[in-house]
């Protein structure tokens, strides 16, 4: 079945420390997103990816940083910079090359990262 | 005024029930709507995906847009335990980012 596979599903960072999200599609799409999902506060954008190598900032980009070295995979680094990274993390993607389009997100189901 | 609005909830219906969920939004460039179901600790799932005004009928799902007064609506029928979930609207315009709503959280009660 084709789908989004996010790893791991819960996740722990100690301060100072790095981590990344792994997030995986096997739909041959090639429009790629991570949001952030907070209680109350709904799904906010933090980057997005149109094609290999193009990443583009989204709305709470700092802290954050992400790669496309594959249009399968689309890994996003919680840095030490992000002073509050406790929050429900989720990766979708679309059929189209536009991120900006009409056309509907597909979603894994998230990473919860916690601070140790 | 936000972009869109969404009652947070909780609502809670007896099972059996029909329940109505609705969203309202500001930006009449808004073309094409979407409806996703977010089980607790899963990611958001596609219900329905809507263009323009009119009805759309999946099953238990009726979706419903009216771009006159800028409202949608989700109902669904014969409600049961299982559709116990969190739903979260969504809209954009012909080119520009998806917008979600903060989601509504549903519980139904057997």
């Known amino acids: 079945d084709g789908g989004i596979t996010q790893s791991p599903k819960y996740l722990f960072r100690k301060e100072g420390q790095n981590v990344t999200l792994s997030c995986e599609q096997n739909?041959?799409?090639?429009?790629m997103y991570w949001y952030r999902q907070d209680p109350g506060q709904g799904l906010r954008l933090i980057y997005y990816?149109?094609?290999?190598?193009?990443?583009q900032k989204g709305d709470i980009a700092e802290g954050y940083s992400v790669s496309r070295e594959k249009k399968e995979s689309f890994p996003l680094t919680v840095t030490s910079a992000q002073k509050n990274p406790t929050a429900f993390y989720l990766c979708?993607?679309?059929?189209?090359?536009?991120?900006?389009?009409?056309?509907?997100?597909?979603f894994g189901d998230g990473t919860r990262l916690s601070i140790l | 005024q936000k972009e869109v609005e969404q009652d947070p909830g909780p609502l809670s219906v007896p099972e059996g029930a029909i329940v109505s969920l609705n969203c309202t939004y500001s930006?009449?460039?808004?073309?094409?709507f979407m409806w996703y179901r977010q089980y607790s600790r899963k990611g958001p799932e596609l219900l329905m995906y809507?263009?323009?005004?009119g009805n759309k009928e999946d099953g238990r799902f009726t979706a419903q847009v009216d771009k006159s007064s800028k409202y949608i609506s989700l109902f669904i029928r014969d409600s049961q335990p299982s559709d116990s979930a969190t739903y979260l609207c969504?809209?954009?315009?012909?080119?520009?980012?998806?917008?979600f709503g903060k989601g509504t959280r549903l519980h139904i009660l057997p």
């Open positions: 990816s149109q094609i290999v190598n193009d990443f």
């Open positions: 809507t263009y323009s005004s």
């Open positions: 930006n009449s460039a808004f073309q094409y």
């Open positions: 739909l041959n799409h090639d429009a």
């Open positions: 979708a993607s679309t059929s189209t090359r536009w991120a900006y389009s009409n056309q509907p997100q597909h």
């Open positions: 969504a809209m954009s315009a012909w080119v520009g980012k998806i917008i």
